[in-house]
């Protein structure tokens, strides 16, 4: 085994050790010595001491390490030389000695701790890493962080990654030694059966083995694939019950078990298998993250099969309705006339019944002959019209409905049963559903006689009363509440990823009692440690939006609000932005049409930031040679481009489908491809021409929004959706854009979700792109949204549709304007104790958030499911209405903030036409059912993007660059009035080819001379 993980290659490394390269200003900055300092310099007399002094400051105050004389910068030994009248120096005698002298001098005049005497603190955080993140980089990366946080001195790359590598070493040691012990005979006897066939013969594709069936999810809604998975749910239950006691007792986190079964999803049974007593600590952890998983699966299956039902039975109610009506006014017209004629009847049989003149055998013959008429045989048949009026919803207030329920329940009940009966939805001891549900399973499916509607609403009650078929009515009755109760929080998934109890996805709450301030500090939330001072400030906010809108509004100087005739609410406008006649015309920026190919395009991104060694082996150990770049931009593009694997295979000359395929399985991670997405807008961020493009330079105004694309396949992740898909199903893609044009984050959810649970998690993303004020449309807007992006410290600026019309909130007390004089509804007024009173589980919520503990989406769509009763959310509520109302109270009163977030979010809009123009294969449509696929697809989508949209600002900013200084400022206006998202001028279709001769002439950039050069001072390169 290697002395040391792979951690870091030879460039970055390199990187690490080395001292970092400033530029003139940053030199100013750095090598400029503070007081202390420049007394010890006065003592030194030799100049290579005097310098070398100066250098270590300047570098320890940049990194936090030292460095020795052989690795100084050249051109920051000549400025100290030049800045300190060193004359000539001779560096060589920069000993060792000399340097940890100085060393001692400075950590101690900076507070800092030596490494050595902080050696045992941070190998016991790095072990303490390694248990909860297994991405041996990720934990080198957090030791770094951790180290400068507790202002230690950092080692060399040598040092930590050898405390890295030890700890994993330790904490894998620990882990099958503990296995040892819990591993019983029969277990471990059961989890070799997982390598075996079923009749124990070698394996083929019709005999696969018994762990490469478990690794199956058919995210179908088709009944076999429903079925074939609560088969292998059953399976997973009766080992998930013996395994999941052992992974108790050895402490895994939940990134751990996520690693070691990601790893066998990925991994030939062979692989896993030679793995020794390693094989059963991975076999454990699959077993028990593919029983959530499926779980998972299951229950998303049962709240979408509940809803296509129920919107099936809708529409086929309202039909029914709609024929009946056409059906029962000739029925009605036949039935209101033959009573008119049989009333009319009886009363010529009243008269003779009454009539003096006839004798009583008289009247027996007249009845007996008005009994023969053809009348009365009409009038005997109108009541078998009157019964089929009636049962058609004549007599039912809900009409045909549960009728159409009963109907469809086969349908239903083929999809769900095995569901019900298989998957143990956990509720109330006292909740009648819980009770329904367990006697379900108890009776194998089977309904109890009388069975059990305790959780049946009245009217439910009624038609399963008068039903012809009373036990397929109940079932489908029955599989809706338990849908309805999962989606509120009454039933629950107790292992499970994204059905559990709300309180579970929060940090410990023993640990959070007692890490409460440090993991405040930690998340810089100290300053919200009590209510008080957050809910002061917000109530003077508040006040003043109040007093400055209703002012202007009175005075008549607010020039967006024209009121209504009739005094109804008043309108706001935002002019559109005005055309200057005399502009010059566009001047043309980009190469032709179609003259760059998309493979130059990755390979000139790659050599500028290097973003393919983000994609790394999924396994840190006995890594195989890594495969050519070449292979990675046909993945890419297969992915991006929606072209599959198999035609870019066939689309190109170099690079073979097993190749590809191997290559996506082992390197292609959603979170691998975000941390290369990261990659490609730091590099646009550090670009100078990326700034034109920003309207305020010290604001980041970022936006979200959501792009649908149809589904091609069957799959459980996609849904209906008329107004987009008409007939068929789809997804959403839900993109985040900053001001320079940077796609930062994208995700893919079903088209029934709203998109307001994903916004949080999507700022929460990364540290590129640290958004100061973030806009959505009305989509994206919720008040629980309002106060989480309050408590992250970032000004949620949404477009909200008819927002006057919206309800304004104060604080109790508060002396608040008449609204209804303007034309607005009244104020309403908050309940400010229950904030107060939840105020240490909103701390929790928050921290769980910004620690990564839990993603956004999930704890958010879980929350939302309590809307109706949790204390959290009401809470939550209560303070975004506070943080919502003074938001509309400014944009009301500021036309120009309602034009910014109108341009911030056409930005995004024509993102949509460039993500249509590069996702251009199989007619845009997803040929993917599984949930991984679709956001893998998505993410490498993206990444193509932002690549394109790097390299446009590399040329535009060497076109700026060579432009004639006279020229300069007119092309940095021509450049600021346009955009990088262009993409004419690539050719993204044809053959592509990945051999070096095609980029013999592909351009270059220097990017040291572009990220220093500044337009507006520097002379021209002919100049």
């Given amino acids: 085994m290697a002395r040391h993980l792979p951690l870091l290659d030879a460039t970055q490394r390199r990187a690490f050790d080395q001292p970092p390269v400033f530029n003139s200003p940053q030199r100013q900055l750095f090598f400029a010595l503070p007081d202390w300092a420049t007394r010890f310099l006065d003592s030194l007399l030799a100049p290579h001491s005097r310098g070398g002094f100066v250098l270590q400051v300047g570098y320890f105050k940049a990194t936090g390490r030292f460095f020795p004389a052989d690795r100084f910068v050249p051109a920051d030994r000549v400025y100290v030389q030049q800045r300190y009248q060193l004359g000539p120096v001779e560096w060589a005698r920069y000993d060792k000695t000399t340097r940890f002298h100085h060393r001692e001098q400075i950590l101690q005049q900076f507070g800092v701790r030596p490494f050595e005497q902080a050696e045992a603190d941070v190998r016991q955080q790095v072990t303490h890493f390694a248990r909860q993140q297994m991405n041996p980089v990720a ?38 030694t503990q296995l040892v012990h819990h591993l019983t005979p029969a277990l471990r006897q059961q989890l070799d059966a997982l390598f075996t066939t079923p009749d124990d013969a070698p394996a083929h594709s019709h005999r696969p083995y018994r762990l490469t069936t478990l690794k199956r999810r058919l995210e179908l809604m088709r009944p076999a694939a429903i079925r074939a998975n609560a088969q292998d749910y059953g399976v997973l239950h009766a080992l998930f019950t013996q395994v999941y006691p052992v992974v108790q007792a050895l402490e895994l986190s939940e990134e751990m078990v996520r690693y070691y079964a990601r790893y066998v999803e990925r991994a030939q049974v062979f692989q896993v298998q030679q793995q020794a007593d390693k094989k059963y600590l991975m076999v454990l952890c699959f077993v028990v993250y593919q029983y959530y998983q499926v779980g998972d699966l299951l229950t998303e299956t049962l709240l979408q099969a509940v809803q296509t039902h129920r919107n099936a039975a809708q529409r086929e109610t309202q039909e029914r309705v709609y024929r009946q009506q056409q059906d029962s006014a000739d029925q009605l017209r036949q039935v209101l006339d033959g009573v008119v004629s049989h009333g009319a009847a009886l009363a010529r049989l009243e008269d003779v019944a009454f009539s003096f003149a006839r004798t009583n055998e008289e009247k027996v013959a007249a009845l007996l002959a008005w009994l023969q008429t053809p009348d009365v045989t009409a009038f005997a048949q109108l009541r078998q019209t009157a019964q089929h009026l009636r049962k058609g919803g004549g007599g039912s207030t809900s009409g045909p409905y549960y009728q159409v329920i009963a109907d469809r329940s086969r349908k239903l009940q083929h999809r769900l049963g095995e569901i019900l009966r298989t998957v143990a939805y956990e509720g109330a001891a006292d909740s009648p559903l819980a009770q329904a549900l367990a006697q379900y399973r108890a009776r194998d499916g089977q309904v109890g006689s009388p069975p059990t509607t305790g959780f049946l609403k009245a009217a439910e009650r009624a038609a399963l009363a008068q039903a012809d078929s009373p036990v397929t009515l109940y079932k489908a009755l029955l599989a809706g509440h338990v849908a309805d109760h999962l989606k509120a929080g009454k039933l629950n998934l107790a292992h499970s990823l994204r059905y559990r109890p709300f309180d579970t996805y929060l940090l410990d709450a ?27 400030e917000w109530q003077t906010k508040l006040a ?228 100061t004020i ?124 309602r034009k910014r977030i109108e341009d911030q979010l056409d930005k995004l809009e024509s993102t949509h036409t460039f993500a249509r123009a590069v996702f251009y294969g199989q007619n845009g449509q997803i040929p993917y059912a599984g949930k991984e696929e679709q956001q893998l697809a998505d993410a490498c989508k993206q990444l193509v993007q932002n690549a394109i949209v790097c390299w446009n600002c590399l040329y535009l900013n060497q076109y700026l660059f060579q432009a004639p200084a006279a020229e300069r400022q007119a092309v940095a206006d021509a450049i600021a009035a346009s955009s990088p998202v262009s993409w004419q001028h690539l050719n993204l279709h044809g053959e592509f080819d990945f051999s070096d001769e095609a980029l013999k002439d592909s351009l270059r950039f220097d990017l040291e001379a572009l990220y220093a050069f500044n337009w507006e001072q520097a002379p021209g390169p002919s100049d």
């Fill in 139 to 176: 934990v080198f990366r957090s030791a770094a962080d951790y180290i400068r946080a507790h202002r230690w001195e950092l080692p060399t790359y040598a040092a930590l990654a050898g405390l890295v590598t030890e700890a994993f070493r330790t904490v894998e040691h620990q882990l099958t």
């Fill in 510 to 536: 023993a640990a959070w009692e007692r890490q409460r301030d440090p993991l405040l500090v930690r998340t810089d939330l100290m300053h919200l440690r009590a209510p008080g001072p957050l809910l002061a």
């Fill in 544 to 771: 003043t939006a109040f007093a400055r809108t209703c002012e202007r509004l009175a005075a008549g100087t607010n020039p967006g609000m024209r009121p209504r005739a009739g005094g109804g609410r008043p309108r706001f406008l935002t002019p559109a932005r005005p055309v200057d006649e005399d502009a010059p015309a566009p001047r043309p920026l980009f190469p032709g049409p179609g003259l760059v190919s998309l493979h130059e395009v990755l390979h000139t991104v790659q050599q500028a930031c290097r973003f393919t060694d983000c994609l790394e082996h999924w396994s840190p150990r006995n890594r195989p040679p890594r495969p050519a770049e070449r292979v990675f931009f046909a993945g890419l593009m297969a992915y991006g481009c929606n072209l599959g694997l198999t035609r870019m295979a066939h689309a190109t000359k170099h690079v073979a489908l097993a190749s590809l395929e191997n290559t996506v399985n082992w390197y292609f991670s959603l979170e691998n491809l975000r941390r290369a997405n990261d990659a490609v807008i730091a590099l646009t961020g550090k670009l100078p021409v990326s700034r034109l493009f920003k309207r305020h330079p010290e604001v980041v105004h970022t936006s979200s929004d959501g792009q649908k694309y149809y589904v091609a396949v069957d799959s459980i992740h996609a849904t209906y959706s008329y107004k987009y898909f008409g007939q068929e199903k789809g997804i959403v893609s839900y993109g985040f854009l900053d001001d320079r044009h940077r796609l930062f984050y994208s995700t893919t959810f079903s088209s029934s979700e709203r998109e307001a649970p994903y916004l949080v998690g999507g700022l929460l993303h990364n540290d590129v792109v640290e958004s």
């Fill in 774 to 897: 973030h806009s959505t449309d009305t989509h994206g807007f919720t008040e629980v949204n309002f106060a989480l992006t309050a408590f992250l410290g970032i000004e949620f600026a949404p477009r909200i549709q008819s927002f006057q019309d919206q309800q304004l909130y104060a604080f109790a007390g508060m002396d608040v304007p008449d609204l209804t004089a303007y034309g607005l509804a009244p104020v309403k007024y908050i309940d400010q104790g229950l904030i107060e009173d939840q105020w240490d589980t909103l701390l929790r919520l928050v921290v769980s958030l910004k620690q990564k503990h839990v993603t956004a989406s999930t704890l958010l769509r879980r929350l939302n499911s309590y809307s109706q009763q949790h204390p959290v959310y009401l809470a939550l509520r209560e303070l975004g209405r506070v943080v919502r109302t003074e938001f509309l109270l400014r944009y009301m009163d500021d036309q120009a903030l």
